[in-house]
């Protein structure tokens, strides 16, 4: 059956050699674009209205409609003025990577399907597990992102501590900054939410270990069975990482597994200068690690790392008889096993591209303007009067809000969410809020290698420009 005729390949090549053209000058024009871009609603109902032809339609229209009414109407999370939640700027090269491993599709389950693409998925969870300071018998594996990477883990730490008798009263310890997906994770692998104990955080987010300590030994003496501690090297609200040594000697004491949920923060491992701030993860059994965030991948790439990753083929690992075929031969590794996907794409062939051509150092620096900028921001607000920083710069992320005084704390979370909506209105920026001790704050998330600190210091100004209006209009 000839499914494509030869016009439509010869079309289609034209078309994708365009493309790769235009990709690069969109990439390479990406700071002159509107931040957030959002579909009207005459786009939308043109693309609910599509449905599904029976008889295909011609390339180049299908191709031109998905440029205009699909890729053109999305934030720009790799703009280098977009401060909103976690901003994930692509380098060129994991572009280029993730269409190469497109094209060519390999199924990264096994060995036998992909040898190539298995071991550079070894060699790069090697260097990261390396980077932890894990040993050198340390694994894992490439899973779609943190949540994911949060979910594999948990489900290996409550396989390791409890017995299938013992999960209805296994306790998982978080902080009340701690992600939601740990939450989300546990509920999937079957723990019921008062099986999940939220430790307050300190002044400066961190988890407070002597509640810690107290809520451990509270649940041992009501017969309960902890069996793990999720700490956070890198919060997603204000950078903060828990006092990891600590943990890690709470959790050597009582035997638990801990799971140290570094999605955001442990691109901080990559750092010369700044690796330091996370000693005490080499003591954890398992770690999360999004390279779509700061690592400057596309999107599906994050790897959960396990001290042993025996653990995980004790969890995921089942062998039907028609995969018989395919098992793995010494040093070879069948990442199916390893995980809860059969079939998986090679996820870590972009971020590979990406390290052979930049090189470690260059990766090094990116993560230290990140910390550059957030910095450069907090000193640009302490100039200006009325602005109150309610987390300083860590991480590349800075919490602040506007707080003259008079105002209600009502009045103050409206204004603030205000100027947020201004400023995104304006096109120029894009700065979402959060909340944080029950105050709604305006946060910034600054890792792009692409701003400068001109792009920051013009943002700030607008903020406070965005503030000062909403106030006058107020007291208009
Ligand atoms: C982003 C984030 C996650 C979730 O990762 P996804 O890749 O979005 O699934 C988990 N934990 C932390 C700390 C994060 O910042």
Redesign the pocket.
Known sequence: MDLIRKEQKREMGELMKGFVDSTLDFYENMGTQNVAREADDETIHRLKSRGIPAKGRPVKEVFEEMERDVYANQSLVQHPRCFAC?PSPVSLFSWMGDIMTNAYDPHAGSWLNASGAGCIEQETIRWMCGLAGYPETAGGLFVS????A?LTALTAARDAKLTYADRELGVAYVSDQT?S?VAKGLHIIGFRPDQVRSIPSDSAFRMKIPELRAAIEADLRAGKKPFAVIA?A???NTGSIDPLEEIAGICENFSLWMHV?G??GASVLVSNTHRGLLKGVERSDSL?W?A??WLMQTYGC?AVLVRDPRYLARTFAVHPEYLKDASAGEGEANFWDLGPELTRPARSLKLWITLQIMGSDAMSDMIDHGYKLAETAEKALRRLPDWEIISPAAQAVINFRYAPAGLSDRALDELNQKISRELCAGGFAQVLTTELNGKKVLRICALNPATTREDMLETVKLLDDCAREAVGRMSA
């Open positions: 976690v992102g943190g949540s994911m949060n992600h997906s956070t890198g919060t997603t949920d999605a955001y999360s999004d779509h965030k994050s």
